[in-house]
């Protein structure tokens, strides 16, 4: 156990921003099924009960209050960071000034904490940072469809505010991770105190399907809420054409993927930022896999044309052949089997224990 500027000792502990959103249920539970002992875990509203009984320690901190991130982590030795909070693309499109300060001030500062820790500790410390699919940008419709699968660097011209941030993280990540600080005076003299001092790791997410949660304030929460109102017998009006598709993958298999780049030798890390999904239904392919085992399910396809050209620039597939050969990503699933062995049981279990 290490010991803080005031002699107390330091608990160990992985560190995780934005814990109450999907993601963070999903990386708790992992963490805690694993027998993990040292979560401490922020977000902006209370953890759900369940969550907070899975952590050692849970806190209300906003990512942009410096000072409150700082008040926390001087309590722990934290050498591992989850960094989940963001505010997702549809509502960042209403305020895209305060996602702006969410999303990348929020970086900012949990890239900032990690440095001065990572220094302190003479090691690294390691910054796991969720992008998106939303980083991408296609001009057109017919271009997103003429291109297919995307590798990580091409077609990076996003049309959110969301996006925007995700990408320009994505960059702030490379930059303290290989060149923070690079012609301070500590830099350049003798030995290189701020090279490597932070461990970056970024996956970009497709749209993700969680049975236990369903997602608020993302573009591509077609897919879960469809799944999710037929579960629960409620219609659901689509807010995309029939045709549209994107790539998607189970909650799971991104905790999962994400957990194996967090835990991958660094040497063997070719890149900052890997693609990851599983598979690319069209909505309408959605809908009839839906309509097999909620026969009595009610979705119509309402298009909101706004919401429908955000997902229009989102690539169509991603090419994860990085994940794969830097760290052994493979998919769990496919959309079948995803239905079948993984949201169908969990789903409906759910559901019924509510009813
Ligand atoms: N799920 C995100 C959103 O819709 C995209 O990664 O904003």
């Not at 960094?83 to 997702?88: E, I, Y």
């Not at 970086?107 to 820790?117: D, G, R, S």
């Not at 690294?124 to 469809?145: N, T």
């Not at 189970?250 to 598979?279: C, G, H, K």
Request: proline share 5%; hydrophobic share 35%; glycine share 6%.
């Amino acid at each position: 156990m290490e010991q803080g500027a005031l002699g107390e000792r330091r608990q160990p502990a992985v560190f995780i921003t934005g814990a109450g959103g999907e993601v963070g249920h999903g990386l708790i539970s992992s963490f805690s099924d694993e027998g993990r002992p040292d979560i401490v875990a922020t977000d902006l509203r209370e953890l759900d009960h369940k969550s907070r009984e899975k952590c050692a320690a849970t806190y209300l901190a906003d990512v942009c209050d410096r000072d409150a991130l700082d008040r926390i982590l001087s309590m722990y030795q934290v050498k591992e960071m989850f960094h989940l909070a963001a505010v997702l693309s549809t509502r960042a499109e209403f305020a895209p000034e305060i996602a702006h300060q969410v999303n990348v001030n929020g970086t900012v500062n949990i890239l900032q904490i990690a440095a001065e820790q990572g220094r302190m500790y003479g090691e690294p410390v390691k910054v796991v940072f969720p992008s998106s699919i939303a980083a991408y940008g296609f001009g057109s419709l017919s271009q997103k469809k003429e291109v297919g699968a995307v590798s990580e660097y091409v077609h990076c011209k996003p049309s959110t505010m969301y996006g925007c941030n995700k990408l320009y993280c994505e960059h702030l990540g490379r930059y303290y991770a290989h060149s923070y600080r690079q012609l301070a005076t500590d830099s350049v003299q003798g030995k290189d105190k701020n090279r490597g001092v932070v461990d970056f790791r970024c996956v970009r997410y497709p749209g993700l399907i969680s049975a236990e949660t369903v997602p608020t304030g993302g573009t591509s929460d077609f897919v879960p809420e469809m799944i999710h109102a037929a579960a629960r017998g409620e219609k659901y009006k689509c807010f995309v054409r029939e045709d549209t598709r994107i790539p998607f993958m189970t909650m799971p298999e991104a905790i999962d993927a994400t957990l194996q780049l967090a835990a991958a030798p660094r040497e063997e890390l070719t890149q900052i930022v890997y693609n990851i999904s599983s598979f690319s239904p069209s909505a309408g392919e959605v809908a009839t896999i839906v309509k097999q085992y909620f026969p009595s399910a009610d979705i119509s396809f309402e298009p909101d044309e706004r919401r429908q050209a955000i997902v229009d620039s989102w690539p169509e597939s991603l090419d994860c052949n990085a994940a794969t050969n830097d760290w052994g990503f493979t998919p769990k699933y496919t959309l079948e089997q995803a239905f079948e062995e993984y949201l169908i049981p969990r789903i409906t279990k759910q559901y019924e224990s509510k009813a």
